[in-house]
């Protein structure tokens, strides 16, 4: 192709009209290049591609509703209470829940949907979720093409949602395109609150490098992992500065670092503490900046310590903290996001005996670390952390009706919908979704499912939603709608 240019880039050309050649040329396409493969692909080929046209969009979903929606004749849990609310009905309009009707009331022009007395409940959400990195193993994660780990991430972003989850927590993984396709309505799935990039010192639970990647020098390449966008290694306060400013520039709701060692990754033992408190103190001293809070991955009783005198407000994991340790958490006000780790069929796989080990010693303190919670009064949130284990996500659900071993049905569903919905909240201003969540109310953000039986009863009817949920609607879209079935 031949184009002309004006006198003032007559430099670049080799004496004729084309300019495609000269180094100068050559070394902009080099940048374009760089920046289409790193940028474009890596942050919108989810949204872009990952469209209606793959299928990943019903017809149903791809339509907004032309009149308010009614849902009669059903029972509520709103999200708060442990009893049902019956014979009531919910008047959406919008993205939005108007009312709760009476039986008796008449309302006109609208859409009439009869729950025929089924269990109607608030979108369940998971406080721990890995968005991009839950459907595909370790393995595709480090060798596979980027644009291909994103599709499979939004064809797993449905699934999510028709598992009833209809908000998750991302705490780690670059989750920002798939978030915003979602929002723009391109493909289904959850509310997402973005963490961006974990970021992890050198040799912490988010450095996936190689050992033959090191040494790290000014002039070495970015690893896959970071490239990617799903860590960012960082030591020292300025370089933690940087990395939690530029997760907060990509959209990120809250930020996530490491604190501790880890089962996931290759190197670094569960004991081995990770941060020093000034580096720690300058990620929360960042996101305090832009009004929102660190959660931080922490294992032990010296991590959570550490997070807690730098100020961090939410623990992930925290199964090997001690008593006194969960004391202070009660007192200092943080949340523990906790999981459901009992090391049974549902967890995720790792390859290595020392992994499989760690894993154990982590399913051991999970039951201690729910009872020393309960105890002293955390705020608790539930989320399951499934990674790296494509089959494992179809167990959602399962997973976090497990907690009904230690809490009632009713307190373990609130804690999945209102409950969860608080956590989420505590991002403030970068609070992407600032209505109500996890709640049946006027003013709510409409994310509805309508169960066969009463989960209040029955809390494993939340583990079969393919049988159980026979609606299925977020922000006021039908996803699933089986009752003519």
């Known amino acids: 192709m031949l184009f002309q240019l004006g006198p003032k880039y007559q430099h670049l050309t080799h004496g004729r009209g084309c300019a495609c050649h000269s180094p100068q040329a050559r070394k902009l396409l080099e940048r374009l290049d760089t920046g289409l493969s790193r940028r474009s692909v890596l942050n919108g080929i989810a949204a872009s591609l990952a469209a209606p046209a793959l299928g990943f969009v019903s017809p149903v979903f791809a339509q907004n509703a032309t009149k308010p929606i009614l849902l009669r004749n059903a029972n509520i849990f709103d999200g708060m209470n442990g009893k049902l609310v019956e014979g009531r009905g919910v008047l959406i309009e919008g993205n939005f829940i108007k009312a709760l ?25 998971d406080a721990h979720w890995h968005s991009i990195l839950a459907g595909i193993s370790q393995l595709v994660a480090m060798t596979a093409d980027i644009p291909y780990v994103h599709l499979v991430a939004a064809q797993e972003a449905e699934r999510t949602v028709l598992r009833g989850f209809t908000t998750v927590r991302d705490v780690g993984g670059p989750s920002f395109a798939l978030k915003r396709a979602i929002d723009e309505g ?48 960082a030591d020292g306060e300025a370089e933690v500065l940087r990395r939690v400013r530029e997760q907060l520039m990509l959209g990120a709701s809250q930020i996530k670092i490491m604190g501790s060692g880890g089962v996931a990754s290759a190197y670094d033992p569960i004991d081995a503490l990770q941060y020093t408190e000034p580096e720690m103190k300058a990620a929360v001293a960042a996101a305090a900046d832009w009004g929102t809070y660190v959660c931080i991955h922490a294992y032990t009783s010296a991590a959570v310590r550490r997070a807690l005198a730098s100020g961090v407000k939410s623990i992930e994991h925290g199964q090997l903290a001690d008593d006194e340790t969960v004391k202070r958490m009660a007192e200092a006000g943080a949340w523990w996001s906790i999981q459901p780790f009992l090391a049974d069929e549902d967890a995720n796989i790792y390859p290595s005996p020392e992994q499989r080990a760690q894993q154990q010693q982590i399913a051991e303190g999970t039951v201690r670390a729910i009872e020393l919670g309960r105890k002293h009064g955390v705020r608790i949130a539930l989320g399951t952390d499934i990674l790296f284990n494509p089959k494992g996500t179809a167990t959602q659900g399962k997973q976090l009706a497990k907690f009904a071993r230690w809490y009632d049905n009713a307190d373990v569903l609130r804690l999945l919908t209102s409950g969860n919905a608080e956590l989420a909240g505590l991002s403030g201003p970068r609070n992407p979704y600032p209505a109500k969540l996890g709640r049946i109310e006027a003013g709510a953000y409409a994310d509805i499912l309508l169960v066969d039986g009463n989960p209040l009863e029955d809390i494993s009817l939340i583990a079969d939603p393919d049988r159980t949920m026979k609606l299925i609607m977020k922000d006021g879209r039908i996803h699933k709608n089986t009752l003519s079935a």
């Open 101 to 125: 009707t009476a039986s008796a009331d008449t309302v006109a022009d609208v859409d009439v949907i009869d729950c025929g007395g089924r269990t109607l409940m608030p979108g369940m959400i």
């Open 186 to 233: 391109r493909i289904a799935g959850p509310r997402i609150y973005p963490s961006g990039a974990m970021i992890s010192q050198t040799s912490g639970h988010g450095d996936f490098r190689l050992r033959t990647d090191l040494p790290r020098t000014p002039q070495s390449d970015l690893s896959v992992a970071e490239q990617a966008g799903i860590s960012a290694i």
